[in-house]
């Protein structure tokens, strides 16, 4: 196979593994993102994924995801360390903040009830030669669409690094020029242990 990129719907992914469950990590970025694996608390308003610097918080839980074998293709959030009431969510990509061609990663309970746009029925992995899988969404044909990795600071004054999946035009150039952002990528990592909601990251790993 010389083609350095092979789509695979997540359903396909699914029928040769099943009950395996995944994380995605970001490859790339700066020093406190490369090789982290998205964690999430329950700030308000936005659930947003993401990571912050050492030393971690073991209130925090790994975003944890079970592919399902269907169609369409969603990213459904295990609940690894519940917090009342223990109810599981999808990842999606939001548009609400308004910025053209620019969304945030989001894990949402109810996402047909979110506000337009919410993208989170056609993720799509990218399989590189050396076996690793990559995140991306339908709506980049023509492969001009990034992950980010956008920091920013929380209502508690934690600050964090959060996937946007972006694509620069002249509409939102200036927004973006303003934020503190680093180019990186969301790979797949195949989960090894059970998930227990006492253990830090909500995971036995
Ligand atoms: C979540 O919030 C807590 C408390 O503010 C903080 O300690 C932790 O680092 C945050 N984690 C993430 C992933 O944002």
Known sequence: MTSAKLLVLLGALAASAQ??????RFVGGNAVTHGQRLRLNNSIPLISPGVTAAPYNDADHFSRISVVDASPSTLFVVPTNPH?????????????????????LLQSYHPADEPAPFLYQAW???TKCDGSALLRYANDPYDERRWVAVKETTQAGVVRWVPWWIKPTAENFATLAAWDLEVADLELVVATGP??????????E
């Open 195 to 204: 998930v227990a909601s006492n253990a830090p990251g909500g995971v036995v």
């Open 19 to 24: 009950a395996t469950d995944y994380f995605f």
């Open 124 to 126: 799509e992995l990218v």
């Open 84 to 104: 009342p009431p223990p109810v599981p969510g999808y990842y999606g990509l939001s548009g609400a903040e308004g910025v053209p061609d620019t969304f945030r």
